[in-house]
């Protein structure tokens, strides 16, 4: 009995011990001698793979920031300043501190509802439906309401609004990745400097049709009248291709361009409500864009 | 291999092409065709004639516009098309009816072809005829042959395998001699021995109108094909008629052959022999809820609402979709106050509750998407690979390969947007290729 | 007037759905189920109601409480299951609650468990079949006689199958064997749905008829095991002989081919089990392949395996195989 024992053990045992010795050359001979600081890096990125850095996930970033020895050109939004401040730190080096972003629908919500003029009916991807129709108000720059971008994020911060068909950003959980606008067939997702306090101004319509076709599609459509730019006292805003554009780094908030437009393309967002001002939007009208 | 069998719902069979009013205001877009728009040569004030050149072909791919009426031109600005993309166009107030001079109105039929294959090609090109089987293919590149290739076969589509669709049986009732002729002008210009025209089997009375006038032509043999669609897809029709098959990636030249629709056939006389250029649409308007099924000559750049007063006064309440061209491959319609084009076969109108598609369901992997396709592919597993954005596995499986033909579809008891799917994947393939270059 | 509708072609979609496949699907088995109803009384419609009612009520449970989905128990595919299941199972009263852990098993293991409908590599019925023959071995092994049951009676007289003669290789088993007419008509022992083959064979007619199944499963599956029973026949044919290794006088030999199609659950699997769209390949070839593996593997179960059926161990592995099959058989391209 003892001794049948004894022969498993020393059986089994000189079993392992070849394949240990074994496992130990091959190991050696297919060594990779990779930079561990890599995997440094690698650990205070948040790992979610976003893609927003534009590498193919966050190792890959990692390997590029370790590979590179600085970070210029290179950051992770949803990681945002802590992290690159750490990431930083392990390479040795100075981490530019950056704005942060989120990203900003430029579409009008009103633009769905009650000015639909068809059904679409399709699979339910705005890059497809992009190419067969021009969007249910007929709006060929708006948004198409199918989604992409919803699908797009991995963050959970952008949701379909049901009752107008546009999308929602959810301001907490945007990490301004930018999945969502590379997602948009039509790029109506951008991504703008938060702003102090959550609280930009920009404006909601990229239609380049002109003044009186754009009216015809949609009554919030910019015409590229151009008076907010006459109005801005930074020169913070352009236009070309009969729609106006705020440069996000060189507005001031100071809300001037918002009360000139006239057809209310113009949004501000997370400002206190006014009080005594009858020609500001109101608050009904406010209360989808607060959510942006 | 593969195939469907919708409803055919020809209607529309019995009614009679008639001549459709000319509207007040014109509206001629300028890219009707496959390529680049046609540069406008008319400015605003010009007066303007039926046949007269209003945009020339200045790009390769590209074809000529003439003016479907007579008139003054009353802007050169973009329009929006049928589904809502402006497109540049020249506006026409219609006045009077004044035809170019050149054009012979005569209902004489002029048998005798005297031109030179090259100088065939030439007044393609001038008069500005595409296919109309739907591609808009300008006829002046298709005919002039590259070098090194040689045509053996022309073929002329005349398997109308779509639902609903007439204009092609009209036609081959009320014009086989002009289609004869046509083809034989074609024929000539290709210099190959024989032109077959493809009928499908379901259309005896076309069959034996156009055998019997193809025994007064040398050269031409009417095939008639199995019914089933897609029998008059370009690959499945050489393959019904030649028993050849056009590799993936290749065009039908390249197995020898050269395929026309009927339709241009008809209008490829009109042009040679009568000097008229391609102004005029034969299209079906047609659905199962409509009062009165019709078939029409129309003049390019009609509007639809125009088309659809004059035929049946205004559409049912319970339209729930307009759709040129047939039920398989047409396109729906959003904007009605689009002008129509080149290759427009028909207004078809559905009723609300054949229109809308019914809800997707889960896949039961019960494989009808790849009996039914016609080019040996498999539906279901680019449904999944597009939604996975796994791209590069879709072109190793041949996405490109398919015709959009519709059959898988048509035939999915889920239910599953199979035929848009594919489309998305095939323009990420496209777009993936690009990238790569 | 209306919104306009707007979509990618097609616009035009034949009435097939899920839903009329699965219907049509129940629709061919209510053969079999009056088959049943009538060698084997009142029980055997108890049973099939209690197997369709629990498989439904499972998974319209899973559905809103697990995945938290719309309900789809309206397309009809749990009730395909509850009645194959029930199908399965022998017709004995005592059967009742064992169907329902069947059901349990069938539809939260076999299908839900994967993502419900069109997501399960093994067919549901066969996996709560099988979960039931390995858990209940006697129970479900036990079948009733059918010369003995009366239309309400629902004691169980037990009776022997045919290939449970054969497994238990007595030498009286030769004489006991019923008739080859007996088995087609189904007045046999066995599980309730699977005794006659001609009602069987009247739903698959139904089914080809309708295009819900082709007839390269059901054809190559029952011929495969045909051809080759018969090869091992021809080899030895079954007799009674001195067993040389231990002296005793048994059973000895292979079956004949008609035996071996018209008895157990061949018929059945053939025809609506290997059938399953969801777990059987989708090109010609493959399903050629599929029928073959089947019919091969019921045939080398059932001589030299511990189970006297073997055509739901023979299906479920084939339906493992299955995804590989489905990558090699592929459609043949246009001009290629």
Same mark, same amino acid.
């Not at chain 3, 005592?94 to 993502?115: C, E, N, Q, R, S």
């Given at each position: 009995m003892t001794q049948q024992i004894l022969i498993a053990v020393l059986v089994l045992g000189a079993i392992g011990a070849f394949f240990a010795v074994v496992l130990y050359f091959v190991a050696q001979k297919f060594k990779v001698v990779e930079d561990p600081l890599i995997d440094e890096v690698a650990e205070v990125l948040p790992g979610a793979n976003c893609g927003g850095c534009g590498k193919a996930g966050c190792r890959a970033f990692a390997e590029a920031c370790v590979a590179q020895g600085n970070l210029e050109g290179l950051r992770c939004a949803p990681g945002g300043d802590v992290v690159m401040q750490k990431v930083a730190s392990l390479l040795g080096c100075a981490a530019e501190a950056g704005e942060p972003q989120v990203a900003v629908v430029r579409?009008?919500?009103?633009?769905?509802?009650?000015?639909?003029?068809?059904? #679409?009916?399709?699979?339910?991807?705005?890059?497809?439906?992009?190419?067969? #129709?021009?969007?249910?108000?007929?709006?060929?720059?708006?948004?198409?309401?199918?989604?992409d971008c919803v699908a797009a994020c991995q963050f959970d911060a952008i949701h379909m609004d049901a009752?107008?068909?546009?999308?929602?950003v959810d301001e907490e959980k945007c990490t301004a990745c930018g999945a969502c606008a590379k997602a948009c067939p039509r790029r109506v997702i951008e991504l703008r400097n938060k702003g102090n306090k959550g609280r930009r101004v920009f404006v909601r319509c990229i239609n380049k049709e002109k003044g009186a076709v754009a009216m015809k599609t949609c009554k919030n459509a910019c015409i590229g009248c151009g008076k907010c730019a006459k109005v801005c006292p930074f020169e913070a805003i352009t236009v070309a291709d009969n729609v106006a554009y705020i440069d996000y780094t060189k507005c001031k908030a100071c809300r001037k361009c918002v009360t000139e437009c006239p057809v209310h393309a113009i949004t501000d967002v997370n400002f206190p409500a006014p009080a005594k001002k009858p020609e500001a939007p109101k608050p009904a009208e406010e209360a989808p864009a607060a959510n942006n | 291999m593969g195939g469907v069998h919708p409803e055919e719902n020809k209607i529309s069979n019995d009614a009679a092409i008639e001549v459709m009013p000319v509207p007040s205001q014109m509206v001629v877009l300028m890219n009707q065709h496959l390529g680049a728009p046609a540069t406008p040569v008319v400015q605003k004030g010009d007066k303007v004639k039926v046949g007269q050149l209003i945009g020339e072909a200045q790009a390769f791919m590209c074809a000529n516009v003439h003016s479907p009426v007579s008139g003054t031109v009353a802007k050169v600005e973009p329009c929006k098309d049928a589904f809502g993309l402006a497109k540049p166009a020249v506006y026409i107030n219609v006045e009077g009816d004044e035809w170019m001079e050149t054009i012979d109105r005569t209902p004489d039929i002029k048998r005798e072809c005297t031109l030179e294959p090259k100088q065939i090609v030439d007044k393609l090109k001038e008069m500005g005829i595409v296919g109309l089987g739907g591609a808009t293919f300008p006829a002046h590149i298709k005919y002039a042959? =590259?070098?090194?290739?040689?045509?053996?076969? &022309?073929?002329?589509?005349?398997?109308?395998?779509? *639902?609903? &669709?007439?204009?092609?049986?009209?036609?081959?009732?009320?014009?086989?001699?002009?289609?004869?002729?046509?083809?034989?002008?074609?024929?000539?210009? &290709?210099?190959? =021995?024989?032109?077959?025209?493809?009928?499908?089997?379901?259309? =005896?009375?076309?069959?034996?109108?156009?055998?019997e006038m193809s025994r007064q032509f040398e050269g031409i043999i009417v095939e008639p094909l199995k019914v089933k669609y897609p029998q008059g897809a370009e690959k499945q029709l050489i393959n019904a008629v030649t028993g050849r098959k056009v590799p993936s990636g290749k065009l039908p030249i390249d197995v020898g052959c050269v395929v026309s629709n009927l339709g241009t056939a008809f209008a490829v006389y009109e042009a040679i022999q009568k000097n008229k250029p391609l102004i005029e649409n034969i299209l079906t308007v047609t659905g199962k809820k409509l009062p009165s099924q019709h078939n029409y000559v129309v003049r390019i750049g009609t509007t639809y609402n125009d088309i659809i007063k004059h035929s049946i006064g205004e559409l049912p309440a319970t339209t729930g979709k307009v759709i040129s061209g047939?039920?398989?491959?047409?396109?729906?319609?959003?904007? &009605?106050?689009? *002008?129509?084009?080149?290759?427009?076969?028909?207004?078809?109108?559905?009723?609300?509750?054949?229109?809308?598609?019914? =809800?997707?369901?889960?896949?039961?992997?019960?494989?009808?998407c790849m009996h039914a396709c016609p080019m040996g592919l498999e539906p279901y597993m680019f449904s999944s690979l597009v939604k996975n954005n796994r791209i590069e596995e879709a072109k190793e499986h041949n996405i490109l390969d398919c015709i959009e033909c519709g059959c898988c579809f048509f035939s999915c008891p889920a239910n599953k947007p199979l035929t848009d799917e594919i489309r998305l994947g095939k323009n990420k393939v496209r777009a993936m290729m690009a990238a790569k270059k | 007037m209306n919104l306009l509708n707007i979509?990618?072609?097609?616009?035009?979609?034949?009435?097939?759905?899920?839903?009329?496949?699965?219907?049509?699907?129940?629709?061919?088995?209510?053969?079999?189920?009056?088959?049943?109803?009538?060698?084997?009384?009142?029980?055997?419609?108890?049973?099939?109601?209690?197997?369709?009612?629990?498989?439904?009520?499972?998974? /319209?449970?899973?559905?809103?409480?697990?995945?938290?989905?719309?309900?789809?128990?309206?397309?009809?595919?749990?009730?395909?299951?509850?009645?194959?299941?029930?199908?399965?199972?022998?017709?004995?009263?005592?059967?009742? /609650?064992?169907?329902?852990?069947?059901?349990?098993?069938?539809?939260?293991?076999?299908?839900?468990?994967?993502?419900?409908?069109?997501k399960n590599p093994f067919n549901p019925a066969l996996v709560g079949r099988v979960f039931l023959l390995i858990s209940f071995p006697v129970q479900m092994t036990t079948w009733p006689d059918v010369s003995k049951v009366s239309f309400f009676g629902l004691d169980t007289v037990t009776g022997p199958t045919p290939l449970g003669l054969l497994k238990g290789r007595g030498a009286e088993a030769l004489d006991q064997l019923p008739q080859a007419w007996d088995m087609f008509i189904g007045h046999i022992g066995g599980s309730f749905g699977e005794v006659s083959a001609l009602a069987i064979l009247l739903g698959a007619a139904y089914l080809c008829w309708k295009k819900i199944i082709t007839w390269h499963i059901p054809v190559t599956f029952i011929g495969t095991a045909f051809v080759f029973s018969a090869i091992l026949w021809l080899v030895n044919p079954?007799?009674?002989?001195?067993?040389?290794?231990?002296?005793?006088?048994?059973?000895?030999?292979?079956?004949?081919?008609?035996?071996?199609?018209?008895?157990?659950?061949?018929?059945?699997?053939?025809?609506?089990?290997?059938?399953?769209?969801?777990?059987?390949?989708?090109?010609?070839s493959g399903q050629i392949i599929f029928g073959v593996g089947c019919g091969l593997l019921t045939v080398i179960i059932r001589t030299w395996g511990a189970y006297p059926e073997g055509v739901s161990f023979a299906i479920l592995l084939m339906n493992s195989v299955t995804p590989l099959i489905n990558r090699c058989c592929k459609p043949k391209r246009f001009a290629c």
């Open positions: 579409c009008h919500p009103a633009n769905c509802g009650e000015n639909r003029r068809s059904n #679409y009916d399709g699979l339910k991807s705005c890059a497809f439906a992009n190419t067969v #129709y021009t969007g249910e108000n007929g709006c060929p720059f708006g948004c198409l309401g199918c989604g009752e107008t068909g546009t999308p929602v | 042959i =590259p070098d090194g290739k040689k045509a053996e076969y &022309l073929i002329i589509n005349a398997a109308e395998c779509e *639902p609903y &669709l007439t204009s092609d049986y009209r036609v081959m009732m009320e014009h086989a001699e002009e289609v004869c002729i046509g083809v034989s002008i074609l024929r000539k210009a &290709l210099g190959v =021995p024989n032109a077959y025209i493809g009928i499908e089997s379901n259309k =005896p009375l076309a069959i034996a109108k156009m055998q047939g039920t398989m491959m047409g396109k729906a319609v959003v904007n &009605l106050d689009a *002008p129509t084009v080149k290759g427009n076969s028909s207004v078809l109108v559905m009723d609300e509750g054949e229109a809308r598609r019914n =809800p997707e369901t889960a896949c039961i992997r019960c494989g009808k | 979509s990618g072609s097609p616009h035009v979609h034949s009435d097939e759905s899920t839903k009329r496949i699965m219907w049509r699907v129940n629709m061919a088995l209510i053969p079999a189920l009056l088959v049943a109803i009538a060698y084997f009384g009142i029980s055997a419609l108890i049973i099939s109601a209690i197997s369709v009612l629990s498989c439904v009520l499972f998974q /319209w449970l899973v559905e809103k409480y697990i995945l938290k989905v719309p309900s789809t128990i309206c397309d009809g595919s749990a009730v395909v299951t509850g009645l194959l299941l029930a199908f399965n199972v022998p017709a004995t009263i005592d059967m009742m /609650w064992i169907v329902v852990i069947g059901a349990l098993v069938a539809i939260g293991v076999g299908k839900m468990a994967f993502g419900g409908l069109g079954v007799h009674v002989g001195v067993d040389p290794t231990d002296g005793m006088t048994k059973l000895l030999g292979f079956i004949d081919p008609l035996t071996t199609i018209l008895t157990g659950g061949i018929m059945l699997g053939a025809c609506f089990m290997a059938t399953d769209m969801v777990t059987s390949p989708m090109a010609k």
